[in-house]
C-alpha cells in the first residue's frame, strides 16, 4: 500500500485550508479550517457516546443524516458545547456560511468545534474570515497543512496519513484514502475529544462507507486512552466522492475488503499516534490481549490495562510493577482467566516475560526497566486460551498531564 | 452521638496490637496487626470486586461464609496477590497461625493483606513474630494505634474513628462501634485497596449486621475514587460481640435503623478520611448530585465527575474549568438532564454558581479560585428533577501522585 503525501488533499477533487479568525487566545495561531470536495460525496460520520454534546455535534449530526456531507468547517479554541440556543445558532450559521461560499447547501455541510467548554462562540470573528477562509483552499499538501494546524489544540505533533490502494476488479487507476486527526486529552474509548476527517475518491455506497468506518473506528479510535475522559465533542467524518472513477465498490466484495481494511489501518495509525501524543505522555503504550473469549472481550481487557493511572504512572517511572496489570485486567468487568494469565513487556530492546499462570518468574529488573524506558512498549497478555485478541493504546501518566490540565483555560 | 477514643478498641472486649516483623522493607514501621474479640462473634465482610483475588481475600471469603469471624491478622508490605497457591497456603497458614496464639479456631479468623501484589509473601518473618504479636495485644488506644500502624503503607495520617449510642428501647448503656481503615491509591468504587475493621459491642444478629454493613459500604467506601483502580485485596470486615448486654437488635426497628445509621455516619467519615489522605492529594472533593432519578444514579454521575483525571487536575491548578463537569456527567451513562443542570463549586469561604441550566453565568474567577484554593472543595450539581441525591468522595491529581506512582517498588 503506498502512502500518497497530502494527507485529506492526497485524494483527487478535495481541497482544504485554514487561516487564523481570532478564536484561539493570543499568539498567531490558526483556527479555523475547511475541507471540501469539488462534487457531490457520500458521507459516513461516528459522533461521541456523551450525553452533553456540543452544539456543532447536533448540527453535523442532523445534516449528516442524508448521508451527503461533502464539506465540514471546523474550529479550535472554543468548543461550541454548553453554549445553549445560542450555540446551536451558531452551529447552524456556521454551516451556511461555509456552504454559501462553497455554492453547496448547507445540509452538505458538517460543523466541527474543539477547546473550552462553556464559553460562547464568537461567531462575528468567523462571520468576518469566512471569505478569506474559502479563497485560502487549496489542492495541495499546503491546504492540508493549514486545515490541520487549524483544528490542533494541545497536539503538539500533526497526526495525517493517506494511502493508495488498487482495489481488486477495478480497470481503473487506484483509490486514495486521506485522513486528518487532532486529539490529544480528553481522550478515551468511544470517541476521543477528536476530530477526525476522512476523505476518499473511491466511488463506494453510503451504507458501505458507514460500515467500514464504524468497523474502523471500532478499531482503532475507539481502543484508544489517554486519560478516561470521552469528549462532548468528538467527531470523525468519512466523505467520498468517486473521483477514482472505479466500479462502484459492492458490499462484501474482494473491492469492500481492500477498502475497509486499508481504512482500518490508516485509522490505527493515527489512533497510535494520538496516543503517542497523549497529553503530557513521554511513551505510547501498546497492549495487547490475547486468549480471550471474544475480541470485544479482549478489548474490553486491553483498554482496561491501557486506562489505568496506575499502569500509567508504573510507565512513566519505568518501574515493571505487572501486578498493577493483572490488578487492572481484573476490574475490567469481562471474563479471563487469572490463573491461565501471562504478562510480559516488550521493546525494540527486546522482551521480558514477568508473570506466567497469574504468578511472579523471576526477571531481570534490569531488561525491564530498559524496555520500559523506550518511546513505545507494548504489554503483551495472554489470559486464557479463548480466540479473542484486541489491541488499545494508551500513554504514560507523567507530570506534565497534570500541569497541561492544572491551568488549561488559563 | 459521642466518639470515644480508642478506635476498635473503643468497643468493649476487644484487643487489639501490632509490632514489626520484616515484610516492609527499611526502617523500623510496624508491618503485623492482630485485632480480635474475647468472646465469640458475629461478622459480617465486603470483599473487593476485582477478577484478580489476593490469596488472603479467597481464604477470608471461605472463612468468613459462616459469620463467626472474631479475629482478623493483617500485614502490610506485601499484598499476597498472584502469589498462586503457595500464597494461599501462607494466607491459610497466618489465619491458623493467629487462632492458635488466640486459642481460637482458625475457621474465626480473617487475614488481611496490603502492598505490593506477586511478591511471595515471606511467611516465615510472621511465623517467626506471630507470639510477639499476641503478647503485644492491647485493650487500650495503645493497641489500637499499633495495629493501624501496622497496616498503613502510602497513607500520610491515620484513620480511625468510634462513636457511642444509646439504643432506642435498650435498658442496658450505650453500644461502642469502632473503626480503622487504610487506604490511600488503587483506590475506586467496589472497595478501595482497603482494609477496614469494624467491632462494636452490639449484641446483632449475622443477617442484620451484614446488611447493615453492605448499606454503610454502599454510601461510603463505594462511593469514594482515588485514581479509578479497584484492588485485588478490598476488604471490610465487622465484627459485633455483644458485650454491650443490650436486647438483640431486631429486623427492621428503631434500634437497627439507629445502629445501621451510626455505622454508615463512621463509615462515610472514614471515606472522607481517606479520599483527603489519597496519593498526592491536597484537597478533598466532595461532588453532590440532586435532581437525578434515583439514589443510584446520583451516585453514578458524582462518582464519574470525583474519577475525572480532568476534573481532578483542574481541581489541583485550582481552575474553575466548570465544563469538565458537565463532560464528567455526560459519559457517566446514566441518564439526566444536560438542559437543566446547574453547577456550583462551594467552600468554607462561600459558594459560586458556575453553571445554569446547562449554560455559562457570569461568575467571579476570582471567587471560584479562592474556593478552589481551600482544602475542602465540594462539587455541588442539580441534574434535574428526580428526588436521587448522593454525595462521593475523591481528590485532586497532583505531580505528587504521578511522584508516588511511578516508582512505588523502589
Redesign the interface.
Known amino acids: 500500500m503506498k502512502e500518497p503525501e497530502g494527507g485529506v488533499c492526497a485524494p483527487r477533487g478535495f481541497r482544504a485550508g485554514g487561516i487564523r479568525c481570532g478564536i484561539k487566545a493570543g499568539g498567531d495561531k490558526r483556527d479555523l479550517a475547511l475541507i471540501c470536495s469539488d462534487t457531490p460525496c457520500v458521507s459516513a460520520a461516528v459522533f461521541t457516546?456523551?450525553?452533553?454534546?456540543a452544539a456543532n455535534i447536533l448540527v453535523s449530526r442532523e445534516h449528516g443524516k442524508a448521508g451527503k456531507i461533502r464539506a465540514v468547517i471546523a474550529n479550535s479554541g472554543n468548543?461550541n458545547?454548553?453554549?445553549?440556543q445560542t450555540g446551536i445558532a451558531a452551529a447552524r450559521r456556521m454551516a451556511s456560511m461555509a456552504a454559501e461560499c462553497l455554492g453547496i447547501s448547507a445540509g452538505e455541510t458538517a460543523v466541527a468545534s474543539t477547546g473550552?467548554?462553556?464559553?460562547?462562540l464568537p461567531i462575528e470573528r468567523i462571520e468576518a474570515a469566512v471569505d478569506r477562509l474559502a479563497a485560502s483552499l487549496d489542492r495541495g499538501a499546503a491546504g492540508h497543512d493549514a486545515a490541520l494546524e487549524a483544528i490542533m489544540t494541545t497536539d503538539t505533533r500533526k497526526k495525517a496519513a493517506a494511502a493508495e490502494l488498487a482495489l481488486p476488479g477495478s480497470a481503473a487507476g487506484p483509490v486514495r484514502i486521506g485522513a486528518m486527526v487532532k486529539g490529544s486529552?480528553?481522550i478515551?474509548p468511544?470517541m476521543a475529544t477528536m476530530i477526525g476527517v476522512i476523505t476518499t475518491d473511491a466511488a463506494i455506497g453510503a451504507a458501505e462507507l458507514d460500515r467500514a468506518l464504524r468497523r474502523a473506528v471500532n478499531r482503532s479510535f475507539n481502543r484508544l486512552t489517554v486519560?478516561?475522559?470521552?469528549?462532548?465533542n468528538d467527531m470523525v467524518l468519512a466523505m467520498a466522492n468517486g473521483a477514482a472513477g472505479n466500479p462502484l465498490i459492492a458490499p462484501g466484495g474482494a473491492a469492500y475488503e481492500a477498502f475497509a481494511g486499508a481504512l482500518e489501518a490508516l485509522c490505527v495509525k493515527l489512533a497510535r499516534a494520538m496516543a503517542r501524543d497523549g497529553e503530557g505522555a513521554a511513551r505510547l503504550i501498546t497492549v495487547t490481549v490475547r486468549g480471550a473469549a471474544s475480541e470485544e472481550d479482549a478489548a474490553v481487557l486491553a483498554r482496561s490495562v491501557a486506562?489505568?493511572?496506575?499502569v500509567k504512572?508504573?510507565c512513566?517511572?519505568a518501574?515493571a510493577?505487572?501486578?498493577?496489570v493483572?490488578?487492572?485486567?481484573?476490574?475490567?468487568g469481562v471474563?479471563?482467566e487469572?490463573?491461565r494469565t501471562s504478562v510480559r513487556f516488550a521493546g525494540a530492546s527486546g522482551n521480558v516475560e514477568v508473570?506466567r499462570?497469574?504468578?511472579?518468574v523471576p526477571f531481570s529488573e534490569e531488561d525491564a526497566k530498559q524496555i520500559l524506558l523506550e518511546e513505545e512498549v507494548e504489554i503483551r497478555a495472554v489470559v486464557g486460551g479463548g480466540p479473542g485478541e484486541a489491541s488499545a493504546w494508551g500513554c504514560d501518566?507523567?507530570?506534565d498531564?497534570?500541569?497541561?490540565?492544572?491551568?488549561?483555560?488559563?
Chains 1, 2 share one sequence.
Request: with cysteine; glycine share 14%; net charge negative.
Open positions: 457516546a456523551n450525553r452533553v454534546q468548543a458545547a454548553c453554549t445553549g473550552v467548554i462553556g464559553v460562547p486529552g480528553m478515551h468511544n486519560d478516561g475522559d470521552t469528549s462532548t486506562g489505568s493511572s496506575l504512572a508504573a512513566f517511572g518501574d510493577n505487572w501486578g498493577r493483572l490488578c487492572a485486567l481484573g476490574y475490567a471474563p479471563f487469572p490463573e508473570c499462570d497469574g504468578c511472579s501518566l507523567s507530570y498531564y497534570v500541569k497541561i490540565n492544572g491551568d488549561y483555560r488559563s
